[in-house]
């Protein structure tokens, strides 16, 4: 099958070479300037498409005279895409008679849109969805051609799912492919109810911010859903920034009251510290203070301290540095008397 290829990421790089090695003919490969944090850039693509022998191209656009051109002499039967910046329209797709294959890492319809392994894990669902559909007008509304489920249990960080991400979408590009090809696979449409469909909206790196009044479940499905390649799940201490790298809800029967926030313990022995929620006591398990990381109990080590939100440790702050300058001010006014 001739395929061609639109977008960026290591997932959709990988693919191509999947696909290439199981014999089908990569006819075009189109990209677009990366994000920093991306692991392939725009010369990675090129150098791929001239390492298979195809055109490739790098643009923020697929209307533009010169794409256009590629896109009809490539004479690709389909295409897949991973991230292409955009939409990719109808007059786009027309060049494609069996379509652009887009890979979502969300089981559609449910989840929809962006960050969907992050707010699954938020969500506590058991697993996490990926699937290959027909792009259409409508985000990731088109026939399904194929789903597979990653399952999630407490100990799983989104880090853990990106790396089984990294192996799950380029083999179902690929198998996908392998299938058309063979005319044994075919598209089945989305449900039409809207009760079926789940939109999910981007996470900024304040939204990792914990409330301590919330409950140790919730906050330990957000450490889980913040960690790497993301920025963390953050607190405050003693109006410092905070992170909370590693962490899990701890279960015993002690009867406590107290302020959610509030250490409740610290176990040296495994580096352990444990904070009082809104429900529940939380395991803080690995920290970073001060740009150091290391065992939560390098950081605290007495049950007098109290954790905060980022916004009140924000607060804290500034309440300090106000009273440093009023004191700097008081000094320098009895110097002039």
Known sequence: MRVAALGRTHWLYDAIELIAARGHDVVMIGTSASAPEYRRHPADFTALAARLGCPGFVASSLRSADVVAHLASSQAEIAISVNWPTLITADTRVHFPRGVLNAHAGALPRYRGNACPNWAILNGEPSVGVTIHEMVDELDAGPILAQEHLSLSESDYIGDV??????????????VIDGLAADTLRAQPQSLDPADALRCHPRRAEDGHIRWT?????????????????????????AERLIVWRARVHRDDTRRVGVPGQIVGVDRAVGSVYVLCGDGVLELQELELGGVRGPAAQFLSSTRDRL?????????????????MEAHLARVASNDR
């Open 162 to 175: 990106y790396a089984r991400l990294d192996e799950c979408i380029p083999r179902l590009f690929a198998d």
């Open 214 to 238: 919330a409950s140790a479940v919730e906050i330990a499905r957000l450490v889980r859903a913040s960690a790497e390649p993301f920025a963390g799940a953050q607190a405050a201490f003693e």
């Open 308 to 324: 905060t939100s980022p916004d009140v440790g924000d607060l804290m702050a500034l309440q300090r540095r106000v009273a440093e």
